[in-house]
């Protein structure tokens, strides 16, 4: 510990301080322990949102306002260690929102990377420049970095889905672009499905060929439950879970084999009934999303039951332990793949 300053010295250096603040000239040696910390002290507290609550006040809302009128019709998931900043973590947003039947969300496009979970409801639609992906309970849709996108609901029933977006961190490097197209929504250009077709089964057209058509950095955006879950239900029956995460997979972006986006990790896992994870922590702050399954998570000192549909943050550096009751299966999303890039990521894992 830093010894005190006599009484002079201390009088000395406040009159200092006051001379210099006009200035806007600040001494780092009286901040310097919290501007450069030996592990993360997030202000963002671990909390679970009711899915069930959270939907009737959400649809409540559909009764009172539009989504021409809201332009996007979303709840906020505000962190309640972060008020005003509509974060969920320090670096990600998250929110519910809903289409109902006939309407259209307006195409725009902006800076941040968008994912969209789906909570439910069975047909709605997302288009990323004019290609339709048709949407089911638990798929995952990307809407990327500059890219327009509309949604529109054709079904007969409320659609209801988690949107991920980095909002935070583009703030933070006060880098925020975007537009509105003048139509509601963009033109077709191609059939649904087509870039699941062209670039979802670990092939892609030759580059530079015209079936290239999708842009080079994010060629994918659907990742239908229908393909995830068989993929996540083969791997746990081929072996025994890690102890530390269950089965796991990660979702991919087929042009570099990394994250699906710039700045958001996403991934899904699979605990077995009576199953225990070993406690870790990591940098990322994490989002879950319940998608089956009963259990209970301990972030900390604090204990979450976690029913389907439940979401759930872990912020960064909280010691995470998650049991599952009946078979849990969990969707998550992260800013790993920003942290990865930068050279920040760490986790650690208690020992056994």
């Known amino acids: 510990m830093t010894a005190p300053l006599p009484n002079d010295a201390r009088a000395q250096l406040d ?9 806007s000239l600040y001494p780092l040696w009286e901040v310097l322990s919290a501007l450069v910390m030996p592990t993360p002290r997030s202000p963002a507290q ?8 959270a939907r009737d006040h959400l649809l409540r809302a559909g009764d009172l306002i539009s989504a021409e009128q809201a332009e996007r019709r979303v709840l906020i998931l505000e962190n309640p260690g ?36 789906v909570m439910e409801g069975d047909g709605a639609y997302t288009a990323v420049d004019g290609e339709k992906a048709v949407m089911r309970p638990f798929d995952l849709v990307l809407t990327p970095n500059w890219q327009w996108h509309d949604h529109g609901n054709h079904s007969g029933q409320p659609m209801i889905w988690l949107d991920g977006l980095d909002i935070p961190t583009v ?17 077709e250009t191609v059939a649904p499905g087509d870039s699941t077709r062209r670039y979802g089964r670990n092939l892609r057209p030759l580059r530079g060929s015209t079936a290239d058509r999708r842009p080079a950095a994010q060629p994918l955006f659907h990742y239908p439950y229908a393909e ?16 530390v995460l269950g089965h796991a997979l990660e979702f991919l ?31 990322d702050g994490t989002v879950y999303v319940v998608v089956e399954g009963r259990g ?8 979450f039951t976690l029913a389907e549909r439940d979401l759930l943050v872990v912020p960064s550096w909280r010691e995470v332990t998650i049991r599952a009751d009946s078979r ?15 050279g920040l990521y760490r986790e650690a894992v208690a020992n056994a």
Request: proline share 9%; aromatic share 8%.
């Open 82 to 117: 972060l008020p005003g900043t509509s974060g969920i973590t320090p670096s990600l947003y998250a929110g519910l929102q809903l289409i109902l039947p006939g309407e259209v969300a307006p195409c725009h496009r902006h800076s941040q990377s968008a994912l969209r979970f």
């Open 296 to 303: 209970e998570a301990k972030v900390g000192d604090e204990v």
């Open 15 to 23: 009159r200092l301080y006051e001379e210099m603040r006009p200035k």
């Open 46 to 53: 671990a909390w679970k949102w009711d899915y069930a609550s």
């Open 253 to 283: 972006n087929p042009a570099t084999g990394g994250p699906v986006m710039p700045t958001i990790a996403a991934h899904v896992r699979l605990l077995p009934a009576g199953f225990e994870t070993r406690p870790r922590r990591s940098s």
């Open 328 to 342: 849990l299966v969990l969707f998550g999303y992260s800013d790993r793949a920003a942290q990865e890039k930068l």
């Open 228 to 243: 995830w879950s068989v993929a996540l239900a083969d791997l746990a029956a081929a072996e025994a879970p890690d102890p």
């Open 171 to 187: 703030r933070h490097f006060d880098a925020s672009f975007a537009e509105r197209l003048e139509a509601a929504e963009h033109p």
